[in-house]
């Protein structure tokens, strides 16, 4: 086959023709069939969708994340090797030249000696022997005739998407994952001061209580049981500093720092939940990386079902070489004679019991697998959003109730306290409202907090960004 013929070939390609796995879609969200696009903050840079809480601190440990998050540098590294293998199979389309040089001496040993003609026809003998020296130029080249290793790069090229996508997912976990303990961070802060003013008015009824026992108004058990409750509520206030020590070691590993050496002080906590921008779902499809990632991958299992099916197809070789050769080096490149070849080779395997068809089988099968993990992947995807769009509703409804529910609580201990010092009821009575104010406004603020939490999830279940509306 001549070297025309062989390029004309080169363009053919095994692999199938590629379509991505097609996937049930619906028009709207069954937990919110209303949810319209929203309009975020005009300050609100697409992808940077913390900026929806307004909190300074926030931004600045969010802005640490992509830089120096070690999970995220991690995948940043893997596509860097990926990218670094597309260039590697592209190389493979292009000859391969090499230069090489050297240069020899022989001689005998001993009495021996080395006979020269020289060009008048004498001779002479001489003990030092001959030298060679030579230069030579190769070139190898195998055209891609039948798309092995044009399917080989576009599977790598799509193995890098992927490695893309992998990047912006762990980026986008990591950025989720350090918002909802920051907010939660916060809201045991707000916590640490509900118990503080809880302690402190604790403080004030055990003395009451004393002062009264001490005039004989009141039994000795009513100082035992407001001593009880004033220990309780210092003991959880202690604990509510192991856990916000905890939710501070973790963001300053998910900004690449060490907690022996990060603080996080305490800060005013921001009630606010922001409205997260309404998508459909299969604009969920489009913009979620990690969906992105699987879809690539199927795309590249796709193109190894190409390379395999190459096999089955011979292989060409073109190769050449030029060279020179002398006795004396300052004659290398002016020597008069020089050798040259040019040449072409073929193989092809005629008999291997079955290898390449089941080559080809494992490959179709890796593209099933591929694609049954992007339809899964893509059922996960919607079922997150539909999970976070109904906590998203739910949790409104439910912080509501607990703020009023805490209103009502607080209430109801002024009024108990006032009767029991009128002496209209038992001391028990005021423990036990006492217990069930600071409840609801424990759960009040976690009512909160859970809402803000159900919103950074839904923003990740989205694909961490938006369209920007029209103005």
């Not at 996508?165 to 907010?183: F, H, I, R």
């Not at 190409?306 to 073109?318: D, H, M, Q, S």
């Not at 912080?399 to 001391?427: C, F, K, W």
Request: proline share 4%.
């Amino acid at each position: 086959m001549s070297a025309t013929l062989i390029l004309a070939l080169s363009s053919c390609s095994m692999a199938p023709a590629y379509k991505p796995p097609a996937m049930a879609s619906t028009a709207s969200f069954k937990e919110a069939p209303g949810w319209q696009p929203a309009r975020p903050a005009d300050d609100v840079a697409k992808g940077e969708w913390w900026k929806l809480f307004a909190d300074p601190v926030l931004d600045g440990l969010e802005a640490k994340v992509a830089a120096s998050n070690q999970n995220v540098a991690a995948f940043a590294a893997a596509y860097a090797q990926a990218r670094a293998a597309v260039r590697e199979t592209r190389a493979s389309l292009f000859p391969s030249v090499d230069l090489s040089a050297g240069g020899t001496r022989a001689g005998t040993f001993g009495n021996g000696t080395t006979t020269i003609i020289g060009s008048n026809g004498t001779t002479s003998s001489s003990g030092s022997g001959s030298r060679r020296y030579s230069v030579n130029l190769g070139a190898t080249w195998e055209p891609d005739v039948f798309g092995r290793i044009s399917s080989g790069l576009r599977q790598q090229k799509a193995l890098a998407q992927a490695s893309e996508g992998d990047l912006l997912n762990a980026t986008l976990a990591a950025q989720g994952e350090l918002a909802s303990n920051y907010v939660q961070l916060r809201g045991l802060d707000q916590q640490k001061i509900v118990y503080q003013e809880t302690i402190a008015a604790y403080e004030r009824a055990l003395k009451i209580t004393s002062n009264r026992y001490d005039q004989g108004q009141v039994a000795r058990v009513d100082v035992l049981q407001a001593q009880t409750q004033l220990a309780n509520a210092r003991a959880t206030s202690a604990d509510i500093d192991r856990q916000r020590a905890a939710f501070e070691h973790a963001i300053a590993v998910l900004i690449g720092e060490s907690p022996s050496s990060f603080a996080l002080p305490a800060a005013p906590w921001s009630r606010a939940v922001p409205d997260v921008p309404g998508i459909l779902p299969g604009t969920v499809l489009e913009r979620r990386p990690d969906i992105a990632a699987a879809e690539r991958r199927v795309a590249a299992a796709n193109q190894g079902i190409g390379v395999e099916r190459a096999a089955f197809f011979p292989t060409f070789g073109l190769t050449g070489d030029i060279g020179t050769q002398t006795s004396r080096l300052g004659s290398l490149f002016t020597a008069a004679s020089s050798i040259w070849s040019l040449g072409v080779t073929s193989a092809l395997t005629l008999l291997d019991f079955g290898a390449r068809s089941a080559r080809v089988a494992q490959a179709r099968a890796s593209f099933d697998q591929a694609a049954a993990n992007y339809r899964q992947t893509t059922l996960t995807a919607v079922q997150q959003v539909e999970d976070e769009l109904a906590a998203t509703r739910v949790l409104r409804t439910v912080a509501e109730q607990r703020s009023a529910a805490a209103t009502a609580a607080n209430r109801v201990e002024q009024l108990t306290q006032n009767q029991y010092l009128s002496g209209l009821i038992v001391y028990t009575d005021v423990i036990t409202a006492q217990a069930t104010a600071l409840n609801a406004r424990q759960q009040a603020i976690q009512a909160t907090v859970d809402r803000q939490v159900s919103a950074i999830t839904l923003v990740q279940a989205i694909g961490g960004a938006w369209p920007t509306p029209a103005p």
